[in-house]
């Protein structure tokens, strides 16, 4: 699936923190296959602040990233309870259009 820099870093942020080993070990890719390269960080020029994250519009990088069944499942699963509680914010509507629609 193709993703920019703005939907890897608000699936990063909806993962969940606990689960059973399977899952957590499923996440951990998850999490490795949205980071950041090198190179990347360097083109998009990061920079962090309270609680937000820049970068440099310009350098807007989609990128191809491999999001097997599971992991699917998973991010389904984290915006759907975002939903239901109410918590989804503007955020993650492409997102959610891109798993849920």
């Known amino acids: 699936m193709i993703l920019n820099v703005f939907e890897r870093l608000s699936i990063l942020s909806i993962l969940p923190k606990e689960s059973d080993y399977t899952t ?7 999490r490795e296959n ?7 960080y360097k083109k998009l020029k990061f920079e962090t602040g309270n609680e937000t994250i820049k970068w440099d519009n310009k350098e807007d990088i ?6 097997g069944e ?3 499942d998973i991010i389904i ?10 918590k989804l914010t503007d955020q993650f509507f492409d997102i959610y259009e891109k798993f849920i629609r």
Request: hydrophobic share 35%; aromatic share 4%.
């Open 34 to 40: 949205l980071s950041f390269t090198e190179e990347e």
């Open 62 to 67: 989609s990128k191809e990233i491999e999001i």
């Open 70 to 72: 599971k992991a699917t």
């Open 77 to 86: 699963e984290a915006l759907k309870k975002l939903d239901s509680e109410k």
């Open 24 to 30: 957590i070990k499923i996440i951990r890719k998850l």
